[in-house]
């Protein structure tokens, strides 16, 4: 895996990476798979001590995301249609998960994405599919938040 150009690098700066805590590790071109590890936040949980089931959703969406971005070499970024997910498991907090996005297929008008979430372990925690359109990749400065 390589991280060479593929995680932008005003991505740090964006107020929803610091929110999940993302951290991209690598980028697989044969595979089109992004890795990205996240340590879940006690603020992410519920009083079940698991993540809540819509912010496992920003997880999977990042690293879905982050695969798109990778693979058009951080020229642009999906914008999603739909997202759906299987919560298999509940995440605790305080987990270090690992979180794999793959891109299916990317054509000029949509993007077919897939994302998983494990522990370190290999243990699974929800898996997802997402639907997209191909967008440039908004940054800082041309969408005026910079």
Same mark, same amino acid.
């Given at each position: 895996m390589s991280e060479a150009g593929y995680f932008p690098e005003d991505a740090g +700066?964006? @107020?929803?990476? $610091?929110?999940? &805590?993302?951290?991209?590790? &690598?980028?697989d071109e044969a595979s089109q798979t992004a890795t990205m590890r996240f340590t879940v936040k006690r603020e992410m949980t519920t009083w079940r001590g698991g993540? +809540?089931?819509?912010l496992v959703a920003g997880y999977l %969406? %990042?690293? =879905? &995301?982050y695969a798109y971005v990778a693979s058009t070499g951080g020229e642009a970024a999906p914008l999603n249609l739909d997202i759906s997910m299987s919560l298999i498991r509940l995440i605790p907090a305080g987990a270090v998960i690992i979180g794999k996005g793959r891109v299916v297929k990317a054509g000029r008008r949509v993007v077919f994405l897939e994302g998983e979430l494990l522990g370190e372990d290999g243990t699974?925690? $929800?898996?997802?599919?997402?639907?997209?359109? @191909? !967008? @440039?990749?908004?940054? @800082?400065?041309? !969408?005026? =938040?910079?």
């Open positions: +700066q964006s @107020p929803h990476t $610091a929110l999940l &805590g993302s951290e991209f590790v &690598g980028w993540v +809540q089931g819509g %969406d %990042d690293v =879905m &995301g699974l925690y $929800a898996r997802s599919t997402s639907t997209a359109i @191909p !967008t @440039p990749r908004p940054t @800082p400065s041309n !969408t005026g =938040m910079a």
